[in-house]
């Protein structure tokens, strides 16, 4: 077994560089099918997300290879269709639902058990499958296998109910083959979708709009392979950039698009922090004193992102005054609140809302990682307690976090990935 041990109290300073962002790398790994020949996807994050969409691939008879650090090539000449993809697989990884659109589109049939991933409550696919429905899919669920087949997809008005990420990526990778115009009105708008539209394009799709709320798709017939690079992680450098803000750091977070993060760098402005903003860096300082209280409200892109949310309430635990919190994406994501507690943060849950006062210091205590952005916070309440601080079920944060301790370590965190017998 596994934990992170930190030993908190430094400050952070020096350069962070960012990977790929996982929630583009995924959807873009699972759409190099369509291409039927090898697409090279460069700035890969080596993450156990990323490793698990490529051993799916594999066993749906793709051949996926990592020839350097950062790049996977994918040929998909010899995928089959015909295979229903195991719960043993898609438990670990939500984002392997994407194989459903892009086989429909291809092959017209896909088999996918129903996926996993962190549990934030009830989290249904209807929008995905009124979206296969309405491009003239037909869609069972039986024994929690999702099963979908078409003999023609057409292009179709689909409109969703709710703004979801997932949905969206799931209608344009139907639509991108379907016969004549698909239109995707109440769109999500988040950097990945408009990165999956990039690449999409790349191989020879007609995908416009991407990043607004309305999405037009005009069916192609033939999709060829591409080399293709992934957007920095917006996720990823938010977390830096809190943990700098939280221990009174001054850290240059490079390989980013500002323009990304101005959600989170405007939250840590509101706070007192200092964010100096580069042509692909934002430089993060904090020093003078504890951060000033603020209320932080979660919505889809351009908004605040949920993903964000506990590692920014970790921040509020320690700020001058009272801060408020409200999540208004997903439920049950105030899981990690506990956690904190037991580190002494003084934080009341009321629904969808944390009412945060800040104490002057938290203190260490054994934690653990409820889901992934959980698992960051208590990395970066660990960065700033007293003592020592031992972070369990760490496996979660392996799956958005590239070399995590060495990213930290090199900027003057104490943390160490240590092996404990299970007993």
């Not at 700035?43 to 290879?65: C, F, H, Q, W």
């Not at 709320?213 to 990823?236: F, L, N, W």
Request: aromatic share 4%; glycine share 10%.
């Amino acid at each position: 077994m596994e934990r992170f041990v930190i030993r908190g109290g430094n400050k952070l300073n020096g350069k962070i560089t960012i990977s790929g962002a996982k929630n583009a790398a995924l959807p873009i790994i699972a759409a190099s099918v369509f291409a039927g020949e090898p697409c090279r996807i460069e700035n890969v994050p080596e993450i156990s997300d990323v490793r698990m969409m490529g051993k799916i691939l594999r066993y749906i008879g793709a051949e996926v290879t990592m020839p350097e650090p950062g790049v996977m090539v994918v040929d998909s000449k010899n995928v089959k269709a015909d295979i229903t993809i195991p719960d043993e697989m898609t438990r670990k990884l939500r984002a392997s639902y994407y194989l459903l659109g892009v086989l429909l589109s291809k092959y017209g049939c896909a088999s996918v058990a129903l996926p996993g991933g962190c549990y934030f409550g009830v989290r249904p696919i209807d929008q995905h499958i009124k979206a296969f429905e309405a491009l003239g899919a037909t869609v069972s669920t039986d024994n929690a296998i999702v099963d979908v087949k078409c003999d023609e997809l057409y292009g179709s008005s689909i409109y969703l109910d709710v703004v979801s990420v997932g949905a969206t990526i799931n209608a344009m990778l139907a639509a991108v083959k379907a016969k004549g115009l698909t239109v995707i009105e109440n769109a999500a708008r988040e950097p990945h979708i408009v990165d999956l539209a990039n690449f999409l394009n790349s191989m020879g799709a007609d995908v416009r709009g991407a990043g607004t709320e309305v999405i037009k798709i005009r069916g192609v017939s033939e999709m060829h392979g591409c080399t293709y690079s992934i957007i920095p992680d917006q996720i990823e450098a938010g977390t830096y950039m809190v943990a700098a803000a939280a221990t009174g750091g001054d850290v240059l977070i490079d390989n980013v698009i500002p323009k990304h993060l101005e959600s989170i760098s405007n939250k840590l402005e509101d706070c007192g922090v200092t964010v100096i903003e580069g042509d692909e860096s934002v430089r993060i300082i904090s020093e003078g004193g504890r951060p000033r209280a603020c209320r932080v409200k979660t919505s889809p892109h351009p908004g605040f992102p949920t993903d964000m949310q506990p590692q920014f309430a970790t921040l509020l635990t320690i700020c001058d005054g009272n801060s408020t919190v409200v999540e208004d994406v997903w439920d049950n994501r105030f899981k990690y609140i506990d956690q904190l507690r037991r580190m002494g943060a003084n934080i009341i849950v009321n629904g969808d809302t944390a009412l945060i006062t800040g104490v002057d210091s938290l203190h260490s205590a054994p934690v653990e990682a409820d889901d992934l952005r959980a698992g960051a916070a208590m990395i970066i309440a660990g960065l700033i307690a007293n003592g020592e601080t031992s972070i369990g079920n760490i496996k979660l944060i392996d799956r958005g976090y590239e070399n995590i301790v060495e990213k930290l370590t090199a900027v003057g965190a104490d943390i160490a990935r240590v092996s404990f017998d299970e007993d």
